[in-house]
């Protein structure tokens, strides 16, 4: 059984600053200008990773007056954890039986 994990939601974690924006939002709902004080990023380029963000299904946004904040959506995480231990635990059991596929 082949499982597929979502390649825009790896795609998005793979960036090290997407993956400090995604650590940051687990701890607390933020807007653009909290990221842009913790990562000392600009914030055309913050604004840009959080757009690849919600496109990858990662972030929601909440308007709150002039300022928009960006939560993390863990149910994405947990979609895409879930596949990585189904591959992780599939990996266990072709090794656990020493399966491999003979050479013609």
Known sequence: MVMSVENDVLRALADPLR??????????????????AETGARQTN????????REAGLVDTEPCGRFTYYRLRPEALDDAAAQ???????????????????CT
């Not at 993956?19 to 842009?36: D, M, S």
């Not at 913050?46 to 963000?53: K, P, Q, V």
């Not at 990585?84 to 003979?102: D, F, S």
């Open 84 to 102: 990585l231990a189904g591959l992780a635990e599939a990996a266990r059991q072709v090794a656990a039986n020493e399966r491999k596929r003979p």
């Open 46 to 53: 913050i604004s840009n990773h959080l757009r690849a963000l």
């Open 19 to 36: 993956a400090r924006i995604v650590q940051l939002l687990a701890g607390e709902a933020l807007c653009t200008c909290h990221l842009v």
